[in-house]
């Protein structure tokens, strides 16, 4: 009776394990379709043509929090509702490496619009304006103004000065 049970184990064990032979490398952050101030995550190809084969428990970094989402048939909801409008910076890790993407969600009326956001903006912009800075020093003081304003958006939007730098160096590495 014994070998029975372990057997029964065995094949449990083994078919969960391949349950999550999928891996996601890319996905898609859209509004939850229930419109309740969440966002869905769709696991995605490199087309981003939805993957209805993915379903298990995955573990994403959102805006610095772990959250095991899970997934059925290609889509996860993400547990915490939005308040207002914000950034979010979702990462998954995986054997095939770092997925992140930088979604800047605004809502309005109780509608989620999402915008992909690319990180390598965090860096043009205020680099612009510095070299605008150096260029005419008449704009220093204008310069400093508009960098003090963009951080103080970023940060009060859900970008904090860590996530800035998480997000900046993801991006860095997608580069080379």
Do not use: C
Not at 47 to 58: A, F, V
Not at 76 to 104: C, M, W
Not at 159 to 171: A, C, Y
Request: proline residues 3%; aromatic residues 16%.
């Amino acid at each position: 009776m014994r070998p029975a049970y372990l057997f029964f184990l065995l094949l449990f064990l083994t078919s969960t394990s391949f349950a999550q032979r999928s891996d996601i490398n890319n996905f898609i952050v859209k509004e939850s379709l229930l419109k309740n101030s969440k966002l869905a995550i769709i696991a995605a190809d490199s087309l981003d043509k939805p993957q209805e084969q993915i379903n298990g428990i995955y573990t994403f970094s959102v805006s610095g929090f772990t959250q095991s989402l899970k997934f059925n048939d290609g889509v996860a909801i993400l547990p915490l509702q939005l308040e207002r409008s914000s950034f979010v910076y979702i990462k998954h890790i995986n054997d095939k490496g770092t997925h992140s993407k930088l979604v800047y969600v605004y809502k309005k009326d109780g509608d989620l619009s999402p915008y992909a956001f690319n990180s390598m903006w965090l860096v043009l912009i205020p680099l612009i304006i510095v070299l605008l800075a150096f260029a005419f020093r008449k704009f220093l003081i204008f310069a400093v103004i508009l960098l003090l304003i963009f951080f103080y958006f970023n940060h009060s939007n859900g970008l904090s000065i860590p996530t800035f730098f998480e997000t900046v160096f993801d991006g860095l590495k997608k580069l080379f």
